[in-house]
């Protein structure tokens, strides 16, 4: 719903960055991996009860999950970009709730309704992704250009 909207403001930043890292050498492949360090290191954090130092970990993850997808499409996109940078967010966002339960036992129940919601998101965006491809559509890059659609956009 916000998508649209968001990617118009978010989209101009990021595609500069990426096109900048990219000219420096950096793979998007590498960004995805740093991005996935820096975000796991928010599960201590949490756990240690610093929530001011875990927020910035989780922002700086989304800032460099932002960026690869812009670094991949300056630089080299390949498939198994597209799977390495799924892998990390599904890794990410399966970690978070974790710190949160590792914090507090109290947190437990509402730490598993967490990664309820990140995995039934993560299965139905895989999901509409392999519908897609089998219907042939087109990836017109409206909610942003994605390395894995086999049908050309």
Known sequence: MFDPVLRQLIDPPLNR??????????SA????LA???VGLLAVPALALGRYDLALGLILLNRLIDGVDGPIARHGKS??????????CDMAFYAAVPLGFA?????????AAVLLASFVCTG???????????QRGEANDG??????FSIAPG
């Open 102 to 110: 590792f914090a507090d036992g109290t947190n437990a129940v509402w």
């Open 123 to 133: 299965a139905s965006f895989l999901g509409r992704a392999v519908l897609a491809a």
């Open 29 to 32: 492949n590498i960004a995805s």
């Open 142 to 147: 409206t909610r942003g250009r994605k390395s």
């Open 17 to 26: 960055a990426g096109a900048w890292l990219a000219g420096r050498g950096v």
């Open 78 to 87: 390949t498939p198994f970009g597209g799977y390495l940078d799924i892998m």
């Open 35 to 37: 991005g996935l360090a």
